[in-house]
């Protein structure tokens, strides 16, 4: 067993379980999707739901004069801690029409300084600016590909999006699709591809988040950091949340790897549920015996304290030659080609 502990420290307040919720007193049911199962009610509260939405104020500091847009569905654990982030801080929340194709027009309008979205969204993005690019020739695709590669060059050694020439020639326009003023932008609920993240982040000129959480974990349990240059993880566990990695010996994960850790991501602190809704049967499968919640994600820890999402040690198929294989990495493979958008 690796403890997280042993290497960062988890922050100045203690990560302390909440396991009085009982059907009678929890505020709110959280259901997951059911893809893998039948689709259970997670129990989360109100100290659930703040302890996650709190801590990310330390990653994304805004203000009263900020504006996020929320178009996810409601019943989506992001959508929910981000909605919980915005009236705490007391920023503007805008809501969209209801049109996924006119969300751009909503972003013109509203002019966020934050957008939330999911892996899917932002493929889609990727594909339409990539496109563009690849589309232009002459003296315009020369300027506009020397301004992506000198921007890729430099956020890759320091984290920069901005570049005081190319951005008022090129790059500006490009921002403009999501308003103009986007000060940060947090992809959660998904893996997404580093390459995906790296292109936006210096198209938009904007720094890139990337988050990790479960529905159980109340959205939120990692967030990397603005200014990092190094794209592909989910950074260290916020505040919130204590993290240790459990051998998976089966498919050769184990805490004393090297020079990287590996093992199943477990979590005990103030966001994580404390069960399922009248399934005593799947908390018992979902827990540890001392406590600690088994999210069946496969992490791999680097020296800094981040972590890279790389496997499940659930839902996986075993193929008859012994090789096992994550459904969602063909899924992310398949959504980036415009055949199956």
Not at 188 to 217: N, Q
Request: glycine share 8%; charged share 20%; hydrophobic share 35%.
């Amino acid at each position: 067993m690796y403890d997280f502990n042993t290497v960062i420290e988890a922050g100045k307040q203690d990560a302390k379980p909440f396991t009085k919720c009982t059907e009678h007193d929890c505020p709110l049911f959280s259901y997951t999707s059911g893809t893998t199962g039948d689709s259970k009610g997670v129990k989360l509260t109100h100290k659930n739901l703040l302890s996650s939405a709190y801590t990310i104020m330390r990653k994304v500091p805004l203000t009263r004069e900020d504006s996020t847009i929320s178009y996810l569905p409601y019943p989506h654990s992001f959508e929910q801690v981000v909605t919980f982030y915005a009236i705490i801080i007391g920023i503007r929340i805008g809501y969209y029409q209801g049109k996924p194709e006119k969300l751009t027009e909503d972003c013109a309008m509203l002019q966020p300084s934050l957008f939330p979205s999911v892996p899917r969204l932002f493929n889609k993005i990727y594909s339409k600016i990539k496109g563009t690019f690849d589309t232009l020739t002459g003296c315009k695709g020369w300027l506009a590909n020397r301004g992506l590669q000198s921007k890729l060059y430099y956020n890759r050694i320091d984290g920069t999006v901005n570049h005081g020439c190319y951005d008022k020639l090129i790059f500006n326009k490009i921002a403009a699709l999501l308003g103009g003023r986007v000060r940060f932008m947090i992809t959660g609920s998904a893996p997404i591809d580093p390459a995906v993240l790296e292109l936006l982040r210096v198209c938009l000129c904007t720094p890139f988040l990337e988050g990790y959480g479960l529905t159980e974990t109340s959205g939120g349990a990692s967030c990397s950091w603005p200014e990092d240059p190094i794209m592909g993880h989910v950074g260290g566990p916020l505040p919130c949340v204590k993290w240790r990695l459990a051998d998976v010996p089966d498919m050769n994960y184990l805490s004393t790897d090297k020079p990287f850790p590996r093992g199943e991501l477990e979590m005990f602190g103030a966001s994580v549920t404390s069960g399922y809704y009248k399934r005593p049967d799947k908390t018992k499968e979902a827990f540890t015996e001392d406590g600690w919640f088994k999210t069946g994600d496969v992490a791999m820890l680097y020296p800094n304290g981040s972590v890279k999402i790389i496997d499940r040690s659930k839902n996986i198929f075993k193929l008859s030659q012994g090789e096992y294989i994550a459904p969602e990495k063909v899924e992310n493979i398949f959504a980036l080609s415009k055949k199956f958008a």
